[in-house]
């Protein structure tokens, strides 16, 4: 890893579905975890939930794994919550914040933790959901609040102040951890940083880009207008 990402105090989670990328990345000291959820399954093409989630598990090496249940309704995601717990101590039980029609999974968050099993609510976008999220955690295991900092940017809307007071409202909790989900660009895991949040979840277009951090400008325009000559060559096209 880069030198600029291993001086930072934020942890780095890869976020992903594909096996082989995912058993390459245990490799790299600074990947201090994983996460996975359905979608990202679905569009590798994974068929066998448990065989995947046990081989993840496997391959991480003690190392924090994120599993998301598959359930939308309560007493079902109860069931599944436990059931995915029961696989490793590692694992982290991904419950998203309400169903799909909108109802409050919190009820069911504070039952489980209560319970001993360790979460990853998800799915959160408002300060007001972290603000309903976090007793319900507070005395219970290990668990982490995920809020989709890049998804609220894709709306225009600037996360840096509601991930500031995130930070605020998880940070006297020594057992709870904020990670900052879904981002959409390098510059990201040093905002994240920045303002004390303890994770960030990287998808691998954004692990592969650490070779430009801290790359010299001029050098990168050069490498640009090379890119572009070359594929312009290599088209074939004419003017």
Same mark, same amino acid.
């Given at each position: 890893?880069?030198?600029?990402?291993?001086?930072?105090?934020?942890?780095?989670?890869?976020?992903?579905?594909?096996?082989?990328?995912?058993?390459?990345?245990?490799?790299?000291?600074?990947?201090?975890?994983?996460?996975?959820?359905?979608?990202?399954?679905?569009?590798?093409?994974?068929?066998?939930?448990?065989?995947?989630?046990?081989?993840?598990?496997?391959?991480?090496?003690?190392?924090?794994?994120?599993?998301?249940?598959?359930?939308?309704?309560?007493?079902?995601?109860?069931?599944?919550?436990?059931? *995915? /717990?029961?696989? =490793?101590?590692?694992?982290? %039980?991904?419950?998203?914040? &309400?169903?799909?029609?909108?109802?409050?999974? !919190? +009820?069911?968050?504070?039952? *489980? /933790?209560?319970? =001993?099993?360790?979460?990853? %609510?998800?799915?959160?976008? &408002?300060?007001?959901?972290?603000?309903?999220? !976090? +007793?319900?955690?507070?005395?219970?295991?290990?668990?982490?609040?995920?809020?989709?900092?890049?998804?609220?940017?894709?709306?225009?809307?600037?996360?840096?102040?509601?991930?500031?007071?995130?930070?605020?409202?998880?940070?006297?909790?020594?057992?709870?951890?904020?990670?900052?989900?879904?981002?959409?660009?390098?510059?990201?895991?040093?905002?994240?940083?920045?303002?004390?949040?303890?994770?960030?979840?990287?998808?691998?277009?954004?692990?592969?880009?650490?070779?430009?951090?801290?790359?010299?400008?001029?050098?990168?325009?050069?490498?640009?207008?090379?890119?572009?000559?070359?594929?312009?060559?290599?088209?074939?096209?004419?003017?």
């Amino acid at each position: 890893m880069e030198q600029g990402i291993a001086g930072l105090g934020i942890h780095i989670y890869a976020d992903g579905a594909d096996i082989d990328r995912l058993r390459t990345l245990t490799t790299h000291a600074q990947i201090a975890g994983f996460t996975t959820n359905p979608t990202l399954l679905r569009r590798a093409g994974v068929t066998d939930y448990e065989t995947f989630s046990r081989d993840l598990i496997e391959l991480v090496d003690g190392r924090p794994v994120s599993l998301e249940v598959l359930a939308d309704e309560t007493d079902e995601i109860i069931r599944q919550a436990c059931c *995915l /717990a029961s696989w =490793g101590p590692n694992v982290f %039980v991904k419950v998203p914040i &309400t169903t799909t029609d909108g109802s409050s999974l !919190v +009820p069911a968050i504070k039952q *489980l /933790a209560g319970d =001993g099993v360790q979460l990853n %609510v998800t799915a959160m976008l &408002t300060i007001d959901q972290v603000r309903e999220v !976090v +007793p319900a955690l507070a005395d219970g295991p290990p668990a982490f609040v995920s809020v989709f900092a890049g998804r609220i940017a894709d709306t225009g809307r600037d996360p840096l102040p509601l991930m500031t007071e995130a930070v605020a409202l998880v940070a006297p909790h020594h057992d709870l951890r904020l990670i900052w989900a879904s981002p959409r660009e390098v510059l990201n895991i040093f905002q994240a940083d920045s303002i004390g949040c303890d994770v960030i979840t990287l998808t691998d277009d954004l692990i592969t880009k650490f070779s430009f951090i801290g790359k010299d400008l001029d050098q990168l325009s050069l490498e640009t207008v090379r890119m572009f000559v070359k594929d312009a060559a290599l088209s074939g096209y004419k003017l």
